[in-house]
């Protein structure tokens, strides 16, 4: 689907799988709503409010189709100290602040900045968020009634055995109704949602938070918002990645940061706490046949009427049910692919896959993973593009020319400045500069300490080749010319 089609291809161009898919993934969120809420230390209703605002609002804000924003795990952990420290109605307002930071990042494109995320980081990153989907299903497969594991194992082969026969209705949705018919027939007593906590029974309503407006609560609120909004938007923007990647579909990046933040506007106003795109649940309605912005829409209004009025019958299902469904996004989640090309891509890119499964793992974080990955990338691609600096060195009769070629910057200023024999200069030094480029203050720094260097020792020095763009940098910030001061504010 492509975004210069009519609106109705995006609304309603898949409308059968797309409600279907759109109730598994319902149904997939009202437990993690329910844990996130806990995390965050609040009651379970305002996760569940939140997934179904961010939900229905990012159906119609955002910028990619089919793709499932709600109360997420790594937010809630973000919320921790603000809501013991000072109560709900701070979150409802750090929610709110929230909303508007990423509205602002939309406005100012920096959706755009993903394209700086390297494969093998999205890689990394999307192989930790399999392993840590698969580790939060343990607490619910130790421990408890030996029923849980027929159950579980029993969903497992409807998920991966109707496929094969049928792919009228999604096979997760099969599997859920079929294990809770079978534990309300059996009266098989096992973990169900209901043990999660109390659904709401009511619908939600407009509530402004309750703060003072002044100063003083905005520099308490800007520190947590900042982080929720940064956080938000990362997971957003590599979920928008991976979403792109399976439905073979582009995406408006920076349409989705705002509308990111119209939601969480939309949840903080409703009682409701800030939340992020999820990737388990997009892979889910993806899996399920979801394409377009209804499967989104249906996600967030089937989980309200679910938890609302469907409550009876929801508190029944076996979480054994849904642990099947999570561990069937965890396996195909995890690029298995990755271990295999271990051996074939460069060791670099392979560190930084590894380096951001480990650190995403160890921490729970995925927003430390992905700054890992991308600092490691930054770090390899500085390394490998500072060693394509080349210093060429001929001579006749008394004079040496340097032909440098490369890209001069802060990784490569000292190997430039090394290629010179200062102590043994003779009386005329040419440096051909046409085949280089000087990107920084580092690396005029190191042209200066050169030039100053041969000058010094008797050598009469012609830099000769700069280009336009070098040579404004170096007429800036530069001092080797004669009578050169550097100009004032230069760093």
């Not at 299902?317 to 051996?343: E, Y």
Request: hydrophobic share 55%.
């Amino acid at each position: 689907m492509r975004f210069d089609t009519p609106l109705r291809q995006q609304w309603l161009g898949n409308v059968r799988a797309d409600i279907l898919s759109g109730a598994v993934v319902a149904l997939a969120l009202i437990p993690e709503a329910i844990a996130f809420s806990i995390i965050a230390g609040v009651d379970p209703k305002v996760g569940l409010y939140a997934s179904f605002c961010i939900c229905v609002v990012i159906a119609v804000a955002g910028g990619r189709p089919a793709m499932i924003s709600a109360a997420t795990g790594a937010m809630a952990l973000l919320m921790v100290d603000l809501v013991r420290d000072h109560g709900l109605q701070y979150l409802l307002a750090a929610t709110l602040l929230t909303g508007v930071l990423q509205v602002v990042a939309g406005l100012l494109k920096l959706g755009s900045l993903m394209r700086f995320v390297s494969r093998s980081v999205i890689t990394g990153f999307v192989n930790a968020l399999a392993i840590l989907i698969f580790l939060a299903q343990l607490p619910e497969l130790i421990h408890v009634p030996w029923a849980v594991y027929p159950l579980c194992l029993g969903a497992l082969a409807i998920i991966y055995g109707l496929p094969r026969l049928t792919k009228a209705i999604p096979a997760p949705l099969v599997a859920i109704a079929v294990m809770t018919a079978i534990t309300l027939w059996l009266k098989i007593d096992v973990p169900t949602v209901g043990d999660k906590g109390q659904l709401p029974d009511s619908l939600p309503h407009f509530l402004f938070p309750d703060v003072p407006l002044t100063w003083e609560t905005l520099r308490l609120l800007l520190p947590t918002s900042a982080t929720l909004a940064v956080v938000g938007l990362l997971e957003t923007l590599m979920t928008t990645q991976i979403v792109e990647d399976m439905t073979e579909t582009p995406s408006q990046r920076n349409r989705e940061c705002a509308g990111q933040g119209l939601a969480n506007i939309g949840s903080g106003l409703i009682g409701g706490m800030a939340g992020c795109a999820m990737i388990g649940q997009s892979v889910i309605n993806v899996k399920s046949g979801g394409r377009s912005r209804l499967s989104t829409l249906v996600a967030g209004v089937v989980l309200l009427l679910l938890v609302v009025y469907g409550a009876p019958l929801v508190k029944q299902i076996p979480m054994a049910a849904l642990v099947a469904v999570m561990i069937m996004v965890s396996i195909g989640t995890f690029s298995w692919s990755s271990f295999a090309n271990l051996r074939i891509h460069p060791r670099s890119s392979s560190i930084v896959m590894i380096g951001t499964v480990i650190v995403t793992v160890a921490t729970h974080d995925l927003a430390k993973g992905e700054l890992t990955g991308v600092l490691l990338s930054a770090l390899f691609f500085a390394r490998k593009v500072g060693r394509l600096l080349r210093v060429e060195i001929t001579q006749e009769g008394d004079t040496r020319r340097y032909s440098v070629s490369g890209q001069v910057f802060f990784a490569s200023a000292a190997q430039f400045a090394s290629a010179f024999d200062v102590a043994h200069a003779p009386a005329q030094v040419i440096i051909d500069v046409s085949a280089a480029h000087f990107w920084d203050i580092s690396a005029v720094g190191a042209l200066d300490r050169v030039v100053l260097k041969l000058k010094a020792h008797g050598s009469a020095v012609e830099v000769r080749g700069l280009n336009a763009a070098s040579a404004t940098m170096v007429d800036a910030h530069g001092t080797h010319q004669e009578g050169r001061m550097p100009q004032r504010g230069a760093h």
